[in-house]
């Protein structure tokens, strides 16, 4: 049975799954990733390919034992995802899936972003979100969907949302829609200190989206109408106004006052 602790909705529709391997554009060559394989059905789909080694991460025991009586080909590790993002070291960039149990999948995400050197250690993601927290993913500036996710996942990775996956192709069959994005690192990317000092900026400023940004600025800087001078940002504006390009230059300017 699908444990509701972990997050567990298990795709077993044939022709989604089939379409997400496709997404992940796979050859002999890739390393792959699966994060979450659940009773395997992706894991299936992604053998056909003939990947030159597949990893599945489970956390749930019971179904790491089944998976490897299941499969003789893959290595299966029984560990939690947030706990072992920064082992993955390889020789050349991996592809990572995932149908992300709904309860942690930004948080998986996020660790990702946090990495340095992303470009270099994967190529590309293809995860699965709840439709709503995909829409925040790829939201644009001046959109009501766009926040702290949307200017996160630009800064360092180009996004595309490749299709919507009805809850009937779960089980057990969730209340809302999901869909599949897929990630590839960007090779250049505005180089901050630390990913935490956006994630702080972002959050100040949308825990009060409807509110005009004069206030996030003046609790970020002491001489906050200067700084927005020299910025060309107008303090009228919104949080959902400002590109992802002047919220990169808030942090760097933060970074060089802290």
């Known amino acids: 049975m699908p444990k509701k602790s ?100 930004t948080k998986i995400l996020i660790s990702f972003i946090r990495l340095n050197d992303l470009n270099k250690i994967f190529e590309r993601f293809i995860f699965v979100f709840q439709k709503e927290v995909a829409d925040r993913i790829i939201a644009k500036e001046n959109s009501k969907n766009y926040g702290r996710l949307s200017i996160l996942t630009a800064w360092k990775m180009c996004r595309t949302k490749e299709f919507d996956i009805n809850p009937k192709n779960f089980y057990p069959i969730p209340k809302v829609w999901s869909s599949l994005i897929t990630f590839e690192p960007k090779k250049k990317i505005e180089k901050l200190k630390n990913t935490k000092n956006l994630e702080h900026i972002t959050n100040i400023f949308f825990n009060q989206k409807r509110k005009m940004i004069k206030k996030p600025m003046k609790q970020l800087f002491f001489n906050y109408e200067d700084i927005a001078k020299k910025l060309n940002i107008d303090l009228n504006l919104r949080p959902q106004n400002l590109s992802i390009d002047q919220y990169i230059e808030i942090c760097k300017t933060y970074e060089s006052l802290n």
Request: proline share 4%.
């Open 6 to 105: 972990l997050g567990q909705n298990f795709l077993n529709e044939k022709n989604t799954l089939e379409n997400i391997v496709k997404a992940g554009n796979l050859c002999q060559e890739d390393i792959v990733l699966e994060i979450g394989p659940g009773t395997g059905n992706l894991t299936e789909k992604i053998l056909e390919k003939k990947p030159n080694k597949l990893i599945v991460i489970e956390k749930d025991t019971e179904l790491s034992k089944k998976l490897n009586k299941k499969f003789d080909n893959i290595e299966v590790i029984n560990e939690d995802i947030l706990n072992c993002i920064e082992k993955f070291k390889f020789n050349s960039p991996i592809k990572v899936f995932g149908n992300l149990p709904y309860n942690i999948s």
